[in-house]
């Protein structure tokens, strides 16, 4: 609802758009490809994947080629070369969701083990209780942590986030 609209004027029109559901509980539909704006507008997001319904919220779709190596583990081979361990039977090219709830930010210390990606803190944006935290990971990341999770974080902050293989949908 706010493409091609000024910063300033897309937070009137979310504004609006909050007031009129939660004030006046009038029910608001819109579409949108901005994930980040539905997660913050509403309590409840339908996600169409190629023009059906995906059940699911998720907003970091990644794109890859899984691959079996050894003992049946197979690998999600990213475009920049990371790997990511799943439970899949497929093969191939596919498309992959993260799920940003269960993707965990882990700081300083903390052992990365497998499917961890390393990058730096570009927003934090609360909503609803908790915080969504931007990471460029070598593409835009999104996780979300609890608003007392968030405390120590910062923008440009490092930081590597652990993406255990049931937060990974293949799509």
């Known amino acids: 609802p706010t493409s091609n609209v000024d910063a300033e004027n897309q937070a009137v029109i979310e504004r609006i758009l909050g007031e009129i559901n939660?004030?006046?509980g009038i029910f608001v539909l819109f579409a949108t490809h901005d994930l980040d704006q539905a997660a913050r507008l509403s309590?409840?997001?339908?996600?169409?994947f190629e023009g059906r319904l995906v059940r699911s919220r998720f907003q970091n779709i990644l794109r890859g080629r899984i691959v079996a190596r050894g003992r049946g583990r197979r690998y999600c081979i990213l475009a920049d070369g990371s790997r990511l361990s799943l439970d899949t039977e497929r093969q191939g090219s596919v498309r992959l969701a993260v799920d940003p709830e269960r993707a965990v930010l882990l700081l300083k210390g903390q052992a990365p083990g497998r499917n961890t990606l390393s990058g730096r803190v570009t927003q934090l944006t609360e909503e609803r209780g908790q915080v969504r935290?931007?990471?460029?990971?070598?593409?835009?990341?999104?996780v979300l942590v609890s608003s007392a999770g968030a405390d120590a974080l910062r923008v440009?902050?490092?930081?590597?986030v652990h993406i255990p293989?049931?937060?990974l949908s293949v799509l």
Do not use: C, I, T
């Open 156 to 160: 440009g902050q490092r930081v590597r």
């Open 133 to 142: 935290v931007r990471v460029d990971v070598g593409f835009p990341m999104a």
């Open 165 to 167: 293989p049931e937060a």
């Open 22 to 24: 939660r004030v006046k």
């Open 43 to 48: 309590l409840e997001v339908v996600s169409l």
